[in-house]
């Protein structure tokens, strides 16, 4: 079946834009999970949505960054007024109620210049 | 707080060698523990996991054992192929409602005919 897709692949956008990142989970998979891996670094966690609310966002790095999650499917990720330091791979996974295993999308690449 | 403490790379192997990519981590609790395995141009997928102390996880020829008396989960595998080159990322994660996972840096593995 299908897996975790996120859109779009790559992004580049000018310091100061604001921009959306997609993932569309695995169908049924209720939990969604938002991650960030900057260069160098592991995989920060962003956010967590069981259905569509959200029970975690301690991991949103400032007020810059929003999340939603409509219809117990599509997540977006929203960076407003972007940064240099927002520069990374924004990776999206999905898992179904109660499963340990996460499955992740392929991740959108920003680069904010 | 928790952490994730996996060996620099990148890591550089002939066919057939002998593989281990350490990872240490630090927890307050008894996490369940992951390697993750990221192909190019693919997403991250789950390798293999503990789920608790003396665990044994293994898939494709790759195995990790759950240390619990020196907090350790390290990656082997007997003879490496070129088909695994890829970056891997050692994980840790609690049961329940902490569900989110905590990466360590990632190694790169390269691996030559």
């Known amino acids: 079946g299908a897996g975790v897709s996120q859109s779009p692949s790559n992004k580049v956008t000018e310091k100061g834009k604001d921009v959306e990142l997609r993932c569309d989970p695995i169908?049924?998979?209720?939990?969604l999970y938002w991650y960030r891996q900057r260069l160098g670094q592991g995989l920060e966690f962003l956010i967590y949505?069981?259905?569509?609310?959200?029970?975690?966002k301690s991991g949103l790095p400032s007020d810059r960054f929003s999340a939603e999650r409509t219809g117990e499917s599509v997540s977006t990720l929203t960076i407003q007024r972007t940064q240099q330091e927002d520069s990374a791979v924004y990776l999206c996974?999905?898992?179904?109620?109660?499963?340990?295993?996460?499955?992740f999308g392929p991740g959108t690449r920003l680069l904010v210049l | 707080g928790d952490s994730v403490t996996q060996m620099e790379g990148p890591v550089t192997l002939s066919e057939e060698a002998f593989l281990t990519i350490n990872c240490t981590y630090t927890?307050?609790?008894?996490?369940?523990l992951f390697w993750y395995v990221q192909y190019p141009g693919e997403g991250l997928q789950l390798l293999l996991k503990?789920?608790?102390?003396?665990d044994k996880g293994s898939n494709k020829g790759f195995e990790a054992t759950y240390r619990k008396e020196t907090t350790s989960f390290h990656l082997e595998k007997g003879s490496v192929q070129v088909s695994d080159s890829a970056v891997y990322f050692c994980?840790?994660?609690?049961?329940?409602?902490?569900?989110?996972?905590?990466f360590g840096k990632g190694t790169l593995l390269t691996v030559n005919p």
């Open positions: 996974a999905s898992s179904p109620r109660g499963a340990e295993t996460q499955y």
């Open positions: 169908s049924g998979h209720t939990a």
């Open positions: 949505f069981q259905g569509n609310s959200a029970p975690d």
């Open positions: 927890a307050t609790g008894y996490p369940s």
């Open positions: 503990a789920t608790k102390a003396d």
């Open positions: 994980a840790l994660k609690y049961g329940g409602s902490n569900y989110k996972l905590t």
